[in-house]
């Protein structure tokens, strides 16, 4: 049976200290050399996350968000495989991390990859991306705002 993790922001009350440094031993779909990671709260940033990939000769930065709360509904599950190499004990020590995508000329068509998650364990600081095992029920292009509710502007002539 799949693991079901918490999306939720839950407090890491664990018996390591916080840090914001994660291990990406296999690094991200795409930028596999990158092997180490820090999350970046930035208070007027929030929801939205700066996670920053090291490798020894430069880093990248990516816009992730933790889903709870944002996404309605989401509710990814691992492979027995994938949380078993995480050294998951419980669906609580999972931290979710969804990359967002934006784009400069229209910051509303953001989308978030709902599919792929950074799942990292909040104990160990181990982190892994991979495929949710129900991905049939999400989208790669998940649109953080309904256009459909964007408002409308009429123009006079």
Do not use: C
């Not at 596999?32 to 020894?56: C, I, V």
């Amino acid at each position: 049976m799949p693991m079901k993790v918490l999306p939720d922001l839950l407090p890491t009350d664990f018996d390591t200290p916080p840090s914001n440094e994660i291990l990406l031993p296999h690094g991200i779909i795409g930028f596999g050399t990158y092997k180490r990671a820090e999350l970046l709260y930035m208070p007027d940033h929030l929801p939205f996350l700066w996670m920053k990939l090291h490798r020894p000769q430069d880093h990248l930065h990516f816009i992730v968000i933790e889903p709870g709360g944002i996404i309605p509904g989401y509710q990814p599950e691992l492979f027995d495989e994938d949380a078993e190499a995480l050294d998951l004990r419980s669906a609580a020590e999972a931290m979710v991390l969804n990359i967002v995508t934006l784009r400069r000329q229209d910051p509303v068509e953001a989308t978030v990859n709902l599919i792929g998650p950074i799942v990292v364990n909040r104990r160990t600081r181990l982190g892994r991306q991979l495929v949710v095992s129900n991905y049939s029920k999400y989208s790669a292009h998940y649109p953080l705002v309904e256009t459909s509710q964007a408002p409308v502007f009429a123009h006079s002539a």
